[in-house]
């Protein structure tokens, strides 16, 4: 628009004014249609994108995402698949159930808290970081607890361990189910290991878990919490000489290409747990919550059945890759349990002595029975 009225000024001076007049008219023809364009192009504008948020639906269907630690042939996976496979059978087409593995929305405490905000739909941690939400948790992670896997499914399925998962509602969450994680074993790079002395001076990775470096702290080792997705990196550069998971953990993450000796301590037994966040169940009709649950059931029983046959032909398998084997005798085994004796006097207050009293005795009882 300057440079028009300057084209003007400039024929003014010049006296003419049959051409100034040509000019002025041109001049403001050009103008409005300046003016016009302008306005057509800014109405044709639209605002930037903002990042997509999560779908919660997609073709009609209800997203649900379930997103956990490990990778896709693990036990934990594929009972998510059979989870999935059961609420389609039951709900077709009214959830789009998406699972990602390989902590790929985060890890356990990531998860956790996302299912906590409704964030994230569902996620199925180990019972270990859980215990910063719900404390009462801890008492899985009390070493020796439970001799074996039929009396901690006796337990863990029974009014104590429903109590404990009605525990998680207050806290933003609704604990469907306990899935198999199993007994965790410990590995190690430097020497054979059979009695408690054994493990002194040795840095083991463990949970960022209290209870985990006061049973380690007890036994003389190091114990070094880490991240899961740093585990395998951190043994193959000496970080750290070794680590304590179960046996599918174990054999699936490749550990016996980093870790010379497996000794089968069975220290702790640790469940998954199957979670909601509470905000996507309160919002579920109840008849889809009855088949969610039995959904969760059902793939509890089959990740449990895959889960020892798993544990019992891996083992032999890792064997097979080189990996020294060592199997506890009873006296060896109660060797490691006098030496972690303090973890109890030193955590069952913090824990709630209630609670640890009454899977104790829950425990006594099944393991009678048995």
């Given at each position: 628009?300057?440079?028009?009225?300057?084209?003007?000024?400039?024929?003014?001076?010049?006296?003419g004014n049959r051409v100034s007049k040509k000019w002025f008219v041109l001049a403001m023809?050009?103008?409005?249609?300046?003016?016009?364009?302008?306005?057509?192009?800014?109405?044709?504008?639209?605002?930037?994108?903002?990042?997509?948020?999560?779908?919660?639906?997609?073709?009609?269907?209800?997203?649900?995402?379930?997103?956990?630690?490990?990778?896709?042939?693990?036990?934990?996976?594929?009972?998510?698949?059979?989870?999935?496979?059961?609420?389609d059978k039951k709900l077709p087409g009214k959830y789009d159930i998406q699972l990602y593995?390989?902590?790929?929305?985060?890890?356990?405490?990531?998860?956790?808290?996302?299912?906590?905000?409704?964030?994230?739909?569902?996620?199925?941690?180990?019972?270990?970081?859980?215990?910063?939400?719900?404390?009462?948790?801890?008492?899985?992670?009390?070493?020796?607890?439970?001799?074996?896997?039929?009396?901690?499914?006796?337990?863990?399925?029974?009014?104590?361990?429903?109590?404990?998962?009605?525990?998680?509602?207050?806290?933003?969450?609704?604990g469907l189910a306990y899935w198999e994680n199993g007994f965790r074993h410990l590995t190690?790079?430097?020497?054979?290991?059979?009695?408690?002395?054994?493990?002194?001076?040795?840095?083991?990775?463990?949970?960022?878990?209290?209870?985990?470096?006061?049973?380690?702290?007890?036994?003389?080792?190091?114990?070094?919490?880490?991240?899961?997705?740093?585990?395998?990196?951190?043994?193959?550069?000496?970080?750290?000489?070794?680590?304590?998971?179960?046996?599918?953990?174990?054999?699936?993450?490749?550990?016996?290409?980093?870790?010379?000796?497996?000794?089968?301590?069975?220290?702790?037994?640790?469940?998954?747990?199957?979670?909601?966040?509470?905000?996507?169940?309160?919002?579920?009709?109840?008849?889809?919550?009855?088949?969610?649950?039995?959904?969760?059931?059902?793939?509890?029983?089959?990740?449990?059945?895959?889960?020892?046959?798993?544990?019992?032909?891996?083992?032999?398998?890792?064997?097979?890759?080189?990996?020294?084997?060592?199997?506890?005798?009873?006296?060896?085994?109660?060797?490691?349990?006098?030496?972690?004796?303090?973890?109890?006097?030193?955590?069952?207050?913090?824990?709630?002595?209630?609670?640890?009293?009454?899977?104790?005795?829950?425990?006594?009882?099944?393991?009678?029975?048995?």
């Amino acid at each position: 628009m300057a440079v028009n009225a300057a084209m003007i000024d400039q024929h003014k001076k010049r006296g003419g004014n049959r051409v100034s007049k040509k000019w002025f008219v041109l001049a403001m023809v050009m103008v409005m249609a300046t003016t016009l364009l302008t306005g057509c192009l800014s109405s044709d504008k639209k605002p930037a994108a903002k990042p997509d948020a999560a779908k919660t639906e997609t073709a009609g269907k209800k997203v649900i995402r379930i997103s956990i630690g490990l990778n896709e042939v693990h036990p934990e996976f594929l009972g998510l698949k059979k989870f999935k496979e059961e609420v389609d059978k039951k709900l077709p087409g009214k959830y789009d159930i998406q699972l990602y593995a390989n902590a790929q929305l985060g890890d356990d405490v990531k998860t956790t808290e996302a299912a906590r905000m409704g964030n994230l739909e569902m996620t199925g941690p180990s019972s270990s970081p859980l215990t910063g939400i719900v404390k009462e948790l801890g008492v899985f992670d009390l070493p020796f607890l439970f001799p074996n896997t039929t009396v901690a499914y006796t337990v863990m399925d029974g009014p104590a361990g429903q109590k404990l998962l009605d525990l998680m509602e207050a806290k933003g969450l609704k604990g469907l189910a306990y899935w198999e994680n199993g007994f965790r074993h410990l590995t190690n790079s430097a020497h054979e290991v059979k009695t408690p002395e054994d493990v002194k001076g040795l840095k083991i990775r463990v949970m960022q878990n209290p209870i985990h470096l006061a049973t380690w702290k007890a036994l003389g080792a190091n114990p070094t919490p880490m991240p899961f997705s740093e585990l395998f990196t951190a043994m193959q550069q000496k970080t750290v000489d070794g680590q304590e998971n179960p046996i599918p953990t174990i054999y699936l993450s490749k550990y016996n290409e980093v870790q010379k000796y497996v000794t089968l301590t069975g220290h702790v037994y640790t469940p998954h747990i199957l979670i909601i966040s509470k905000k996507v169940w309160d919002g579920m009709p109840k008849e889809d919550q009855k088949v969610f649950q039995d959904a969760a059931y059902v793939a509890r029983d089959y990740v449990r059945k895959i889960s020892k046959e798993m544990n019992d032909s891996q083992t032999a398998k890792l064997k097979e890759a080189g990996m020294t084997v060592t199997v506890l005798t009873p006296e060896q085994q109660k060797a490691f349990q006098d030496a972690v004796k303090s973890v109890y006097a030193e955590y069952t207050d913090k824990i709630g002595k209630e609670t640890v009293e009454s899977i104790v005795a829950e425990v006594k009882k099944a393991t009678a029975k048995k």
